[in-house]
């Protein structure tokens, strides 16, 4: 079975060789950069309030995952409006994982805890418009002592160590597991990339080129 | 001589008996959120680029001071577009001191260096509208790896001896000096405090009621 991974820049690093194509997927980049951006970056602790944008997508359905093992009220979000955030998160947000940006990241400015962390993993909402909606409520760093960090995954590979003895227990004790979309031949290539950006693919999405 | 501060929320602490009303303005409220915001939120190194907005206030006219002592590359800004800010720093910024928002912000946003640090302390362009400017450029905190991190003063009044063993020393070699506005009458306060939001003040906007 050969895939193709649609998302530019993943690749692969040497693993334990009991690993098949969904262990990697979710050992290298989705992996490494759910782990980077919130054990790192979002330092969680006990009783904090997690919310994900793009939390069915390749990297933030780990980040929601992680948070459930550590016991944390998480909750994934799309197209969420600042009202709707009140309403899953009465006290507020202590962590988001940021993912799709403009009206999300507005919303959830207006929902922040008092020293919030924010990591800012990308903006999909973002990508294919001419010019990127703005952001408003960006005073609520202030007011609350907000942390918002912008972050590359290449750059916390010196952590591979640390996240490879987190997550490969969570992976034998079935705490962790891996979705991928799969669109079958290439000729569907070009929707299943066009689904990325609506939110359409449920998990990691791959292109099945042959089944040989 | 009797001084009334415009600055909300501006407290005097305990101080040396030497000191006289020019350094308490600069050692209380708006030093320690010089010192906070630019040496425990921007971390300075040797060689970087320091760009300082509202650098003319009460806050922003002690980061440039700072940066000076420190032998940084600092550049203070009034309403600067993005080629502007280009044309002062053709390298980028690395540590950009936010008083503005706004436009500028974005203007900042598009000449930030990787791994730059932006201690977000208020927004003055943005305090007086009805809806605030939306902030355009923030994946650049993604491709740049930028940290942006809003705070409060009276968070980090834990600091204030490691504050006072920096300045003190500085300022009786004359390497720190504190400008003052004063508009003379009570008459004039509204027309100061309205200034405060168009940059008309030079250094802390201070209100001199009477000189008995």
Redesign the interface.
Known sequence: MRMFEIEVGAFVQALPLTFDIVKINLDCMPGMTAYAGFFEICSPKKGEYVFISAASGAVGQLVGQFAKILDLAAQKGRGFASFTIAWYFPEGIDIYFENV?GKM?DAVLQNIRPHARIA????IS?YNRE??????????????????????VF?YYHLYSKFLEFVLPCIKEGKIVYVEDVAEGLENAPTALVGLFTGRNIGKQVVLVSSD
């Open positions: 940006g990241l800012v993993c990308g903006m973002q010019q990127p909606e703005g952001v408003s409520n960006l005073m609520n760093l202030v007011w609350k002592s907000v942390r918002m960090v912008g972050f590359l750059e």
